[in-house]
């Protein structure tokens, strides 16, 4: 048994002699690993993991990747960036390398910036909100690591859509999440049995897992959790009729701000509000603040005497998905297929 | 007799040659510059189309001149595993996205995500996952518009809007789109006719559906299902908040809302996540893979013949109502393609935690 154990102990170690780990003059990164030889044989791969047995680095599948040659090295590029932190293995010409690619010390955690609605109350219908990191988050089964609690700290089951593919912004950076749909709308089967996913006057979390990673597979900073409690279920269309518009001084560029009559989804606002004159649209800077409901809309040039438009397409939620045509789950019959309430709706605001 | 045969062979020969060549003829050799794989689905003639979130476009890839793979099972016993090797990385940084099979040869097609936002298409071939690449093909691609007015459209610097495709499918010269927006939460269902055509309108249809009667409700379509219903063509189709509905393909005209015949709620704590069609000794099925239930099996002609929506509140069964369907022993299924008339193919969730691609037949319906 003793000299099982010392074949075994030197044959590590011859393994360990013949498979050494990358030298200097290679050069590599997630993105590529080049060769100083323009000479690699036909048994070249690279692997996952550290594979020291001959007979598993046989069978074990190459990574997938593009070789080309330069003037004076062969240039792997795999089909995905390597990982960090993980070991790889590289063959060629009958050596054996290990190579592994440090996390960068540049390499700033993941965190999340904001959270929307950021208020602390919210209907107890609510349908949707927004997670906004600090870089490009790893959407892959991205709903594993995030949940909504209950008061005594609970998971709620079944409380976010799950979508395939998730709705993230071309950035990378924010995350739109869908409560469920089929619990929120009356008379649904799951909103029947399970009842909607938040009770009025209750406490909840949304609950962010320290497990999330980033797009380069790096962990976030820490997990996240935002407290908010719920108020009654909104089955109020917003009304632009009572929004209160500030008055506009020509040639000033001073903002226009929008008093509205409750809080609304950012998502859609950004899309469906416009401001325009004489047809033309004006351009500027829109912001929402969802703490006093006020919008708030800086133009890029000065304004100037006469009247301006405030276009308002009806697709506008409030927080609850009702828009200003219909209420999130209306009472069938009620008239929403008149064309007049599908229209863009408008508010004028004259600049003296 | 005989020569008028073989004329009559040689303009049915002739005839399907300019066909093919109709359908792909604008094709053009290139990188479509797909950013997102979100949905793929196969048309005639090796015509697979991939619903494009990222670039918000449909790519039509003309896949004819691939051969067809060997294998020898039609299965892969540890997809992650075999994924993970291939791409060097491990399985919470990939996800399986869609599977769909080329009628003409039973290729089978998966697209794969990574963390890093990269989309990519294998083709299971030589008992491997070969990746195929999606920026040097012959294509035609068309753009879908994703902007709630025209202003919005014209406002630069918003990145927020988002239209995620969660399906796509191809029936009678058109493609099909079914997606979700992160603004409006609303149905909006496309229609592109095919092959693409610049100077044509799409059609969108807005569908929405009435809850026992009393609440109507718009909602996004999970997944849906081109189908023959009572000898029309119809759209069987699974709403994120579990009613199965079906619509007629002829309320595809531009702005319609249009209320979709609810025919079945499926259940509490699921989402309908595929659909194929099957047939058996003469009778059609429906085959639904679920978020949260076995695979069900439904027969067309029960919705065919289940004339109501569901008005009201009638007798459950855990939660379901509607038509009739049976479970089949296939749960954690999460996407499903018919192979050929007898077999489907499908990627499952084992109950080990390994995910699989497996073929089963129609004996079991």
């Given amino acids: 048994m003793k000299y099982l154990t010392l074949i075994f102990i030197l044959l590590i170690s011859f393994l360990e002699v013949v498979a050494q780990q990358l030298p200097d003059d290679f050069d590599y990164t997630s993105m590529y690993l080049r060769i100083p030889t323009t000479h690699v044989g036909s048994d070249f791969k690279v692997l996952k993991g550290q594979i020291l047995d001959d007979g598993l680095r046989q069978h074990t599948p190459a990574i997938i990747g593009k070789l080309k040659n330069d003037s004076s090295h062969t240039i792997f590029t795999p089909l995905v960036p390597f990982d960090r932190d993980t070991p790889y293995t590289l063959v060629f010409n009958q050596q054996v390398f290990f190579f592994e690619i440090a996390r960068s010390t540049d390499d700033v955690p993941l965190r999340v910036t904001g959270i929307y609605p950021n208020t602390t109350q919210v209907p107890a219908n609510i349908l949707k909100w927004y997670i906004e990191f600090s870089k490009p988050v790893n959407a892959v089964k991205i709903y594993d690591h995030i949940q909504f609690l209950d008061q005594d700290g609970k998971p709620i089951n079944r409380s976010i859509l799950n979508l395939g593919a998730p709705l993230l912004s071309s950035d990378g950076k924010l995350l739109t999440i869908w409560i469920e749909p089929g619990r929120q709308k009356r008379l649904l089967g799951p909103n029947q049995h399970l009842g909607s996913v938040f009770k009025p006057a209750h406490s909840y979390s949304l609950h962010i897992s320290n497990k999330l990673k980033d797009a380069q597979g790096l962990p976030i900073e820490a997990s996240v959790t935002h407290s908010f409690t719920t108020t009654d279920s909104d089955r109020v269309k917003p009304s632009i009729q009572q929004w209160q518009v500030s008055t506009l001084q020509a040639n000033t560029a001073q903002p226009l701000d929008i008093s509205c009559d409750e809080q609304l989804d950012y998502g859609s606002l950004l899309d469906a509000l416009s401001i325009s004159r004489d047809g033309k649209l004006i351009e500027g800077q829109l912001n929402y603040d969802s703490e006093l409901n006020n919008i708030s809309f800086t133009p890029k040039e000065h304004w100037k005497r006469g009247e301006y438009i405030i276009r308002v397409a009806y697709q506008l939620e409030d927080l609850a998905g009702n828009n200003l045509a219909s209420l999130f789950d209306k009472v069938v019959g009620e008239g929403t297929s008149e064309k007049s309430q599908k229209a863009t709706q408008n508010l004028s605001v004259s600049c003296d | ?365």
């Avoid at chain 2, 300019?18 to 979100?38: C, K, R, V, W």
């Avoid at chain 2, 927006?181 to 807005?206: D, V």
Wanted: charged fraction near 20%.
């Fill in chain 2, 1 to 365: 007799m005989k020569q008028l045969m073989s004329l009559l062979f040689l303009s049915i020969l002739t005839s399907s040659i300019l066909m093919a060549s109709e359908l792909t003829e604008d094709f053009i050799t290139g990188n479509p510059e797909i950013q997102s794989i979100h949905a793929m689905t196969f048309g005639p003639e090796s015509i697979l189309f991939i619903g494009d979130s990222e670039a918000a476009q449909v790519v039509a890839v003309d896949l004819s001149k691939q051969e067809k793979a060997v294998n020898d099972e039609r299965a892969i016993t540890d997809m992650e595993e075999m994924l993970g090797n291939l791409l060097g990385t491990t399985s919470d940084q990939f996800q399986v996205i869609d599977l769909a099979v080329d009628p003409a040869n039973e290729n089978v097609y998966i697209a794969v995500n990574h963390s890093s936002g990269k989309s990519m298409l294998f083709l299971y071939n030589n008992n491997t996952l070969e990746a195929l690449p999606i920026d040097e093909v012959n294509y035609s691609k068309e753009a879908l518009p994703n902007a709630v007015s025209v202003e919005a459209e014209d406002r630069r610097g918003n990145s927020l809007r988002k239209w995620a495709i969660s399906d796509l499918r191809y029936a009678n010269g058109t493609v099909m789109v079914s997606g979700l927006s992160n603004a409006e939460f609303a149905s909006t269902f496309r229609a592109i006719a095919f092959p693409f055509n610049e100077s044509e309108t799409q059609s969108s249809l807005e569908i929405y559906h009435a809850a026992h009667g009393k609440y109507e409700t718009h909602s996004p379509i999970k997944t849906f299902i081109p189908l023959t219903i009572n000898n029309k063509h119809q759209i069987l189709a699974s709403y994120t908040c579990t009613p199965l509905v079906v619509f007629p393909m002829d309320d595809l005209k531009k702005s319609v809302h249009t209320k979709g015949r609810t025919v079945a709620e499926l259940g509490n704590w699921n989402t309908p996540l595929d659909i194929i069609e099957m047939e058996k000794d003469g009778e059609r099925y429906i085959l639904m893979a679920n978020s949260n239930r076995a695979v069900m099996k439904i027969k067309v002609s029960d919705i065919e013949n289940f004339g109501d929506s569901l008005s009201e509140k009638v007798m459950e069964r855990a939660g379901t109502a509607g038509i009739d369907f049976v479970n089949l022993p296939f749960v954690n299924v999460q996407q499903l393609d018919k192979l050929n008339e007898s077999t489907f193919v499908m990627i499952q969730r084992q109950a080990d935690g390994v995910l699989a691609l497996k073929t089963s037949n129609n004996r079991w319906l």
